[in-house]
């Protein structure tokens, strides 16, 4: 088991695309059971075997692919005996006499709404475990059946298998009452005996393989709510369109006549400015002054750095079709792959601008990048898994996944940021500030209420948080709900925005800071728009209560856990992107001063 899941690791980088199975006529279609669940609570499953239904007496399991672990699949074949083009008609599946603990539990499992999921041919079938039925105030009436007969109903062209759903459309559930059902139902010493039975219909279909996941994409089991996607994020984009465009010209309006003001009487370099000046054009001799906790800096730029390149690659994998709805928890494997792959960047990025601002201890700077974001995921996820482990969820990972993971960072991810580190640091130049940075400071004259940093960060990061605010509703009905994203081309454009508007707010607030005569901007950078991060967690808490019907100690652990970590690597990003154009902002203006 071991092996596969380290052989898996590797080949599901690579192997995204669902290829056609091949039937004859009266071939067996093996029908595999899946996992339970709370409808509401998408994260909280449990193996359908929990419950007592139809079993073999040997379970079979399926050997899975790294991400279909880490998507909680476990599946195991059943007892459903299904041939291809093949009509069934009320076969009997098993005959299960059920304790009263028995029927408690799956009337506890139908109250709760307990959807199932099978798997055949790479496509989930997805029905739930009984019905219930309120009704009334006074007299009150409380129904719960189990539905024990189930109609398969598979389509196929030619030789393949394109689709698949179950049905209870004319189907009465098996009354489960207080009391262990009623009379005529076989109850014996408080139980409850029922015969389990199913029917097979196959359907021809003129949809080729190729395009059967557009099949899957138009099932409404779940309920679709991306109706009016296109329209708002068009009318997102043309805001933030307007907002960039607003900044841009504003900031360099109030430049070109710093400058007319500022080069009048110039005509040496920077360091012979005129003293009696202010505004930013005083503190040159301070601008370039290095900030304390500088190896921390650098982790959260290299991290930052890692992630930019790892959201990159997924979103371009996606678009160019690498992860089918069929193939269950590609972009799981995909993004810890990335990871590992992009440790190096991380690696190289901060070491490399650690040693150009003069930092000496860089292997302790190496330690700190790899385990800035590693070290809190660990943590979040040990949490989760003994949550999940302790509820018995198929969401806890097996022994042999923590191994294998925990042996891709150490021969992978931790390997390559060494080795990026070591490269970044013999490559690093120097650091090239256009003014020289006397060795006492200025002091810093007392600031207005409106350039605090609090204030700062309120403004850095709502205004990202807006260009994002609509995609992120439907990003969180994908990864905590159960939607099927497809629109990665606008998911790429709002990326685009995202960092843009970041880069554009960062450059605004550094000159605003810098006018104030404040040379402390190198933190002042990466937090402002950082927090765009804390914004993203607070959407995440009304998400929880306000949009979804999510509840229990489980499903909220995992919710609120994995939310944070979401905040974290955004801010990451965020703040390394807005660092790197104040940066990139601050050279240009000093440098015009000095070149003039």
């Known amino acids: 088991d071991f092996q596969y899941h380290f052989l898996s690791f590797f080949l599901s980088f690579t192997v995204y695309f669902t290829f056609a199975i091949s039937y004859k006529q009266g071939d067996p279609v093996i029908l595999y059971v899946n996992k339970v669940g ?132 004319d189907v009465k559930p098996e009354p489960i009452e207080e009391g262990g059902g009623d009379a005529g139902h076989g109850v014996s010493s408080g139980g409850l005996t029922v015969t389990h039975t199913y029917s097979v219909r196959w359907f021809e279909s003129t949809l080729p393989h190729s395009r059967r996941a557009e099949r899957l994409r138009d099932y409404s089991f779940f309920p679709k709510t991306l109706e009016i996607h296109w329209l708002s994020i068009i009318n997102s984009l043309v805001l933030v369109v307007l907002l960039l465009g607003f900044v841009i010209i504003i900031l360099m309006r109030v430049l070109k006549n710093d400058f007319a003001r500022y080069n009048v009487e110039e005509d040496g370099s920077c360091d012979d400015l005129d003293q009696g000046d202010n505004g930013w054009k005083i503190i040159h001799t301070d601008v370039f002054r290095f900030p304390p906790y500088k190896s921390l800096l650098c982790a959260v730029l290299g991290v930052g750095a890692q992630f930019l390149t790892l959201a990159t690659g997924i979103i371009v994998m996606a678009l160019l079709g690498m992860f089918n709805v069929h193939r269950h928890g590609a972009i799981n494997s995909a993004a810890i792959v990335l990871y590992a792959l992009t440790s190096c960047v991380s690696g190289y990025c901060s070491c490399s601008f650690y040693t150009q601002i003069q930092g000496q201890r860089w292997v ?125 081309g606008i998911l790429l454009c709002v990326f685009a925005i995202l960092l843009s508007v970041g880069a554009c707010i960062s450059v605004a607030l550094t000159y605003f800071l810098l006018s104030g ?80």
């Not at 991810?413 to 490559?427: A, E, H, M, S």
């Not at 901007?521 to 306000?546: A, M, Q």
């Open 364 to 488: 302790w700077n190496i330690i700190l990048t790899s385990a800035l974001f590693s070290a809190p995921l660990f943590f979040t996820w040990s949490v989760v898994n003994s949550v999940h482990w302790w509820s018995g969820s198929t969401q806890a990972l097996p022994a042999t996944t923590v191994l294998l993971l925990l042996g891709a960072w150490v021969l992978v991810g931790f390997p390559l940021t060494v080795i990026g580190g070591i490269v970044g640091k013999n490559r690093a130049g120097n650091f090239q500030a256009p003014c020289r940075t006397r060795n006492i400071a200025r002091q810093i004259p007392q600031q207005p209420w409106y350039k605090h940093t609090a204030v700062h960060m309120a403004i850095g990061g709502f205004l990202p948080f807006s260009a994002i605010s609509v995609e992120l509703y439907y990003i969180f009905a994908t990864a905590w709900g159960r939607e099927h994203y497809t629109l990665y």
């Open 38 to 169: 709370p409808y509401h609570n998408p994260q909280e499953t449990y193996h359908y075997y929990t419950l007592p239904v139809c079993r073999p007496k040997e379970v079979r399991h399926k050997a899975l692919s790294l991400g279909e672990v880490l998507d909680g699949d476990r599946m195991a074949e059943s007892l459903y005996n299904i041939h291809f083009k093949e009509n069934t008609e009320r076969q009997t599946l098993c005959k299960l006499t059920l304790s009263e603990k028995e029927v408690d539990q799956l009337r506890e499992a139908i109250e709760e709404l307990y959807y199932f999921e099978f798997v055949l041919d790479d496509i989930p079938i997805w029905g739930f475990v009984g019905y219930m039925e309120e009704s009334g105030f006074l007299p009150h009436s409380h129904k719960v059946g189990l539905w024990t007969h189930l109609d398969f109903n598979i389509e196929y062209n030619g030789d393949s298998v394109i689709f698949a759903n179950v049905s209870v459309k």
């Open 517 to 596: 005569e404040d040379y402390r901007w190198w933190w002042r950078s990466v937090l402002s728009t950082g927090s765009t991060g804390i914004f993203i967690f607070v959407y995440s808490l009304f998400y929880y209560h306000n949009r979804s019907n999510m509840s229990g100690l489980v499903q909220s652990v995992e919710f609120f856990g994995y939310s944070l970590l979401t905040a974290f690597v955004f801010s990451l990003m965020l703040g390394t992107v807005s660092f790197w154009a104040s940066l990139a902002f601050i050279r240009y203006i000093y440098r015009s001063l000095k070149m003039d």
